[in-house]
């Protein structure tokens, strides 16, 4: 069953302008994580943000988690041809696994 | 990826002969998992490991069975394939579970196509 949900379900911008996609989830978490996947290929871990944390960065990279609304955004500034990809967040369960939302398919063009 | 890698990347197979991936890592990571991944459906759970010997089904394990008789391997297997388990396969690793704010490392992917 999937517990994260991204919002939008597709994204095309332009090089060098912010990305900002969306994660809602259902249940009570440890944490969120957000991956990329390029076509093709597996999933890369981006960046975990704990329950008891608002916001986080990484690079480019800024994820916020509102645990009272039950959900996360990840933006993604200066973006560039080659974030083109598509965006998982998936939140942690009691039973050693990961649950996934979607994703949120983005693209950047040049 | 390194510390992970699956084997084969690419299998085409007939309906009803049975298949197997493995999924082979050199992290020494306790947790395996199995994962299929369909347009419209995202990664979906088949099978995960927590430790030799010890496996318990996702939400998708009807028609497949898993093995892990060594840290290293995690077998999957596809007992007799339909045109429905035509998937990409991933096999993710970690260290500690989700909970202890841990994240996966994933595999290059199995392209699997059941004719």
């Known amino acids: 069953s999937q517990q994260g949900e991204e919002d939008p379900q597709a994204l095309s911008i332009q090089e060098g302008e912010n990305a900002t996609m969306n994660c809602s989830y259902k249940?009570?978490?440890?944490?969120l994580q957000w991956y990329r996947q390029n076509s093709g290929r597996g999933l890369v871990h981006l960046i975990l943000i704990r329950s008891n944390e608002r916001e986080k960065h990484s690079g480019r990279l800024r994820v916020t988690l509102d645990t009272s609304k039950k959900s996360s955004s990840l933006l993604i500034t200066a973006s560039r041809a080659a974030d083109t990809a598509s965006y998982f967040c998936a939140t942690d369960d009691s039973n050693y696994q990961l649950i996934w939302g979607a994703g949120t398919k983005l693209i950047i063009k040049p | 990826d390194a510390g992970i890698t699956q084997s084969p990347r690419h299998k085409v197979t007939e309906t009803g002969t049975p298949v197997t991936l493995r999924c082979h890592q050199t992290e020494n990571h306790r947790y395996m998992y199995w994962y299929r991944q369909d347009p419209g459906h995202g990664l979906r759970l088949i099978h995960y490991?927590?430790?030799?010997?010890?496996?318990d089904k996702g939400e998708v394990s009807d028609g497949y069975s898993v093995s892990r008789s060594k840290t290293e391997d995690f077998l999957l297997t596809l007992e007799s394939a339909t045109s429905s388990q035509t998937s990409v396969y991933f096999c993710a690793i970690s260290d500690l579970p989700p909970s202890a704010n841990y994240g996966y490392t994933f595999g290059s992917g199995t392209r699997l196509t059941v004719v």
């Open positions: 249940t009570s978490i440890n944490n």
């Open positions: 490991s927590y430790g030799v010997k010890d496996t």
